[in-house]
């Protein structure tokens, strides 16, 4: 073991007077001092060191130490002058004054010198914890000792749902409460008696189906008178745990305060005298009795349960239990677990709920185990709740208020508990709530006309400790009352293939989407079916008729007694054949180059939209006369007649009143070349030749037809040993079509 050295001086006092005249200028007189800690913990196994200082220092040699209490070792130098010694310190319960005297002698001087130390009982963080493996685990302390221990700790192992009930034999117990640790933490307070006694805690369900129980040993705080031979030291053991040593005084009598654990009626004592003869005795301590037996009223049900031990706390193995109760009888109780018996209680028809039960009894033989408890008439907790509403379903519009029925389900024929019941609907308001029988509730359920989109409604009725029930109600939409229609093109081009998506919305007078009848639609154009695409949302396909002039087909949609009217702006199109003629310009920069006249027809082909188009075009064109030098120096007159004709395949862009077109053609060119000089004659040449063509052009809208321009290319190739190269070129046209 260690020594604890003093960190604080204890007063000393010097016994010893000085020598008549002495100069105490010239010399110190002879002393003692005695250092020494002023507090220690006395749990029987520190050793303190204390040191004892001699003036002079010749007279330490004959310093000797005794202690009222503990075990003072051999002395052993400690410096000049000074001497230790190892103090053992005695085990106390209670705080003991220990007193130290030291003592030498100088020549013919007595010297001596005294100190005390102030013993206190170990600290109550050094009691352990035990954990009783139960259905709640509780966990409580080894023992408490009385009038030390004030508040203890307990707790149980969280499972959710309602906490369970906790009892105790003596003391009280605070209500359960959360802890950091994730376990319920209840706190004990022990009696204000200091006798040794037990403790018995139970924790049950509030049906009794699970007990949890352990048995808290109350360590009892009380002095003993000693009585042995003077100065001896002696030691008290009690439950296998030492006390002291303690030492006597000059008449052999010493007092010392020991902690008695319940069930412990004797302690044996040791005395040691100077010389070490040894001595053992017996004390009779002589504890009150204690309760050993406590006893769980019921609470939710019929199950009366008892916690029984032995006088140190173990489960009794037998028990004759002597019980009564106020109200109905009781079962003779049987043995169900180690330590735990249980009865059932059976009450008499016509108790009404409210009424008080007492069970009072004792231990057969042993009228200290008393027991009793007090709680109000078992009543049956209902193990389930429905609820129903008398209609399945609310029609919007309709005014009706719904009946909802609660039922409470009781196992059981014991009277009917008194419940609350809670009725709450998440669409509208419920009304009401009252009682009609035993477990039948009845409310009155508001619903809105307007449904937000829910199309089911829920009511739930709860109660505590049961699972919530819940009923649902279907929500029908009124009458048809509104409709709403778009389309996804407002302009649509009157070809009778372009097509759009009409949206229809119906609603009740309340807003809500009805899907009853589908919507009916007529136009102008083709509407095909609706089908549904959510709830009061349809949709159905539009496709345009042929329109050759621009209008507004007007789509007419029915549901039921609603109706309402969406429009489409048709673009007209154009009609399939049409014919054309204009007047223009043709020049190959070179040798041609004259006016034109053109005439043109075309059918436009029943594909993509009319887009695509095949025609005919002829054409007359003259070139004027070009005179230039020739090599001989003669002028040269150039005449060329050309007549083409040609097939041309085209696209037209744009439907409204502007648009474009472009294509290519081939075909025939018939030309007549007239060559004239003074040297050679007039020569004529005549021929027809392949031509093919290029065309681009833009229209407008004037009138019944449209204005046009085009231009164009003509390529043909003659060469006849006259004339060589293209007879045609580039044209300019503008004119008129007509569509047929």
């Not at 037990?198 to 369900?205: E, K, T």
Request: aromatic letters at 4%; proline letters at 8%; hydrophobic letters at 50%.
């Amino acid at each position: 073991m260690g020594r604890a050295v003093a960190a604080t001086a204890a007063v000393a006092v010097a016994l010893a007077a000085p020598s008549a005249g002495a100069d105490a200028g010239r010399s110190r007189a002879p002393a003692l001092a005695i250092d020494a800690p002023a507090v220690a913990i006395g749990d029987g196994s520190r050793e303190l060191e204390v040191v004892v200082r001699a003036t002079p220092p010749a007279a330490a040699a004959a310093v000797a130490l005794v202690a009222s209490a503990g075990t003072v070792g051999p002395r052993r130098p400690a410096g000049e002058g000074a001497v230790a010694f190892a103090l053992r310190v005695p085990r106390v319960a209670a705080e003991l004054r220990l007193a130290l005297t030291a003592r030498a002698r100088f020549g013919r001087r007595s010297l001596a010198a005294t100190a005390s130390i102030a013993i206190q009982p170990p600290p109550a963080e050094s009691v352990g914890r035990r954990s009783t493996a139960g259905p709640f685990d509780l966990r409580v302390p080894e023992r408490v000792r009385l009038g030390r221990d004030r508040a203890v700790d307990l707790s149980i192992a969280a499972a959710g749902g309602e906490p369970p009930d906790v009892h105790a034999s003596t003391g009280s117990v605070s209500a359960w409460r959360a802890g950091a640790d994730g376990r319920l933490h209840a706190t004990f307070t022990p009696p204000d008696a200091l006798a040794p006694q037990l403790a018995l805690i139970a924790v049950a369900s509030a049906d009794r189906s699970r007990v949890d129980w352990a048995a808290i040993p109350l360590v009892g705080i009380g002095s003993v008178r000693l009585r042995s031979e003077p100065r001896a030291s002696v030691v008290v053991r009690v439950g296998g745990v030492d006390f002291g040593p303690v030492r006597t005084d000059g008449r052999g009598r010493a007092t010392l305060a020991i902690e008695a654990p319940p069930g412990v009626t004797a302690a044996q004592t040791v005395a040691t005298d100077a010389a070490g003869n040894t001595r053992a005795g017996t004390l009779p301590l002589q504890p009150p009795p204690f309760a050993r037996a406590l006893v769980l009223c019921p609470a939710r049900g019929r199950d009366v349960v008892w916690v029984v031990v032995d006088g140190a706390g173990a489960p009794a193995a037998r028990a004759d239990i002597r019980a009564t109760a106020s109200v109905g009888t009781l079962s003779p109780p049987r043995n169900e677990a180690p330590g735990l018996w249980r009865a059932q209680l059976s009450l008499p028809s016509g108790v009404a709920p409210g009424a008080r039960v007492a069970i009072r009894g004792q231990l057969a033989g042993d009228p200290h185990s008393a027991f009793s408890c007090d709680a109000p008439v078992p009543v049956a907790s209902p193990t389930a709740i429905r609820v129903a509403a008398r209609a399945p379903r609310y029609v919007a519009g309709s005014g009706r208020q719904l009946a909802v029925d609660v039922r409470l389900d009781y196992p059981t024929a014991l009277p009917p508990a008194d419940v609350a019941v809670d009725v709450r609907a998440e669409v509208g308001d419920v009304e009401g709530v009252r009682q009609v029988a035993p477990g039948h509730f009845v409310a009155t359920w508001r619903l809105p006309d307007r449904f937000a989109g829910r199309r089911r409604a829920r009511v739930v009725a709860t109660a505590p400790g049961l699972a919530p029930a819940e009923a649902v109600v279907d929500l029908v939409p009124g009458a048809p009352a509104h409709v709403v229609a778009r389309v996804t093109r407002r302009r649509l081009r009157g070809d009778g293939v372009a097509v759009a998506q009409v949206d229809v919305t119906v609603t009740d007078a309340y807003g809500n989407p009805v899907d009853g009848p589908l919507p009916v639609a007529t136009a102008r154009g083709a509407v095909g079916p609706f089908v549904r695409r959510a709830p009061g949302r349809f949709a159905a396909r539009y496709r345009a008729p042929v329109a050759t002039r621009a209008a507004v087909d007007a789509v007419h949609i029915a549901v039921g007694a609603a109706e309402t009217e969406v429009s489409i702006q048709l673009l007209p199109v154009r009609r399939r054949w049409s014919i054309a003629a204009g007047a223009g310009y043709v020049a190959n920069f070179g040798k041609v180059a004259g006016p034109a006249a053109w005439l043109g027809a075309r059918a436009r082909l029943p594909v993509w939209r009319r887009r695509i188009a095949v025609g005919v075009a002829a054409a007359a064109y003259a070139s004027d006369d070009v005179r230039a030098a020739a090599d001989g120096g003669d002028d040269v007159r150039t005449r060329v007649t050309g007549l083409p004709v040609m097939v041309r395949a085209m696209v037209e862009a744009g439907g409204g009143r502007m648009a474009g077109y472009g294509g290519v053609g081939a075909g025939a060119l018939w030309t007549r070349r007239e060559l004239a000089s003074a040297r050679a004659g007039t020569v004529v040449r005549t021929g027809a030749h392949l031509a093919a063509s290029a065309f681009a052009g833009g229209e407008v809208g004037v009138g019944p037809g449209r204005a046009f321009v085009e231009l164009g290319y003509w390529l043909a190739h003659v060469d006849d040993g006259v004339t060589a190269g293209n007879p045609a070129g580039l044209r300019a046209v503008a004119g008129y079509r007509l569509d047929l």
